[in-house]
């Protein structure tokens, strides 16, 4: 049995009003969503003793998220990661997106939208109409985004759209998970298990080169579980290039099939994250530039450190617009794109 409140989570700088969705199970897990970017603004789950923790970073306000400017528990769209050169060709035509990231572009707008959630189930429901004039995209892509939690501790997210005339689309969410709780320390010291073989390798601007390089004997080989700090601070200059991981990693399995991405341990709280997706990739993000957020700061006052957060973006490959090369991002007139993540949290067993 899933219960589903809602509350004021104060308001924008032009007066809107902000709304938070709260999902509880019955074993007391909860889930909070915000209507100002679909950001999942709290993960509430029970840890080794029994006690909850709040293991997704956010801020304890709507101004927060406006003003915030590392996409914190946001919904990512039209285009999830980087665009090089901020544009791409379909049917002959080239497309110019907005420039967000250097000459780049990033992400797109959707986390800084005000949406209309509904309720239904155990799920809330956040419809979305994209027109092409907002970002550049060609055609009007209309869908929607469902955050639904389940009796088993898992947040669900699916993601659905069609559009009137051929288009790209890439969507994600871009928690950021501390499994350690609201600690206001790094995670380095999480460990990580990945059902990735492989990365695509990035330009000096962080540009999928269309190269995919072997995670094996480099510091992106996580077939095995070991602590994410493990060889973070190793000369690889793929890491060096980005100050961390910020890597989108090649999932093993197809597209569309519900597959494994990772498995996140905290030695300090027990608890468990297991995530899944029916994306071929995966952005593997350290928060490298939370210090630099332009917010003044996270939930119950803490600064969040470099380092201070994990993220998962299932996703397609980033500047698969420019790479033929990689698994295609065009969604056709007349064709439904879709995508699900679950993220799972558990306790590891008392050993």
Do not use: W
Not at 185 to 208: C, R, S, V, W
Not at 274 to 303: R, W
């Amino acid at each position: 049995m899933i219960n589903i409140s809602t509350q004021p989570f104060g308001t924008l700088s032009d007066g809107r009003t902000v709304t938070k969705y709260t999902l509880v199970n019955d074993s007391g897990m909860q889930v909070g969503i915000i209507d100002y970017g679909c950001a999942v603004q709290s993960i509430t789950a029970p840890d080794k003793n029994g006690d909850l923790r709040d293991v997704a970073l956010g801020y304890d306000n709507a101004q927060g998220y406006e003003k915030g400017s590392c996409y914190i528990g946001a919904f990512v769209g039209r285009y999830a990661n980087r665009i090089g050169g901020a544009r791409f060709s379909l049917n002959s035509k080239t497309y110019q997106l907005q420039k967000n990231d250097g000459e780049n572009h990033l992400h797109g707008t959707f986390s800084h939208r005000l949406f209309e959630g509904i309720i239904k189930d155990n799920s809330v429901v956040f419809p979305f109409v994209s027109l092409p004039s907002e970002e550049g995209y060609p055609g009007t892509l209309t869908g929607e985004v469902v955050y639904r939690l389940t009796d088993d501790n898992a947040l669900e997210i699916e993601y659905t759209s069609t559009a009137d005339e051929d288009t790209v689309v890439n969507l994600t969410n871009h928690t950021y998970f501390d499994l350690n709780g609201q600690d206001g320390a790094d995670i380095l010291n999480h460990t990580l298990k990945m059902n990735a073989d492989g990365f695509t390798q990035l330009n000096a601007e962080q540009i999928p080169t269309g190269k995919i390089i072997s995670a094996a004997g480099t510091p992106f080989d996580f077939c095995e579980e070991k602590a994410i700090g493990a060889d973070f601070f190793s000369d690889d200059p793929q890491l060096r290039l980005a100050k961390g991981y910020d890597h989108n990693m090649v999932l093993n399995g197809n597209k569309g099939e519900l597959k494994l991405i990772a498995v996140a341990k905290s030695p300090i709280s027990g608890i468990v994250l297991t995530a899944l997706t029916t994306e071929p990739g995966v952005q593997f993000y350290t928060g490298n530039f939370l210090h630099e957020d332009s917010a003044p700061c996270g939930k119950g006052g803490i600064k969040y450190p470099r380092f201070g957060g994990f993220c998962l973006e299932a996703q397609g490959f980033p500047n698969a617009v420019n790479l033929p090369e990689f698994p295609d991002s065009t969604l056709r007139k007349g064709k439904t794109y879709h995508q699900k993540t679950v993220y799972r949290f558990s306790v590891e067993p008392t050993k």
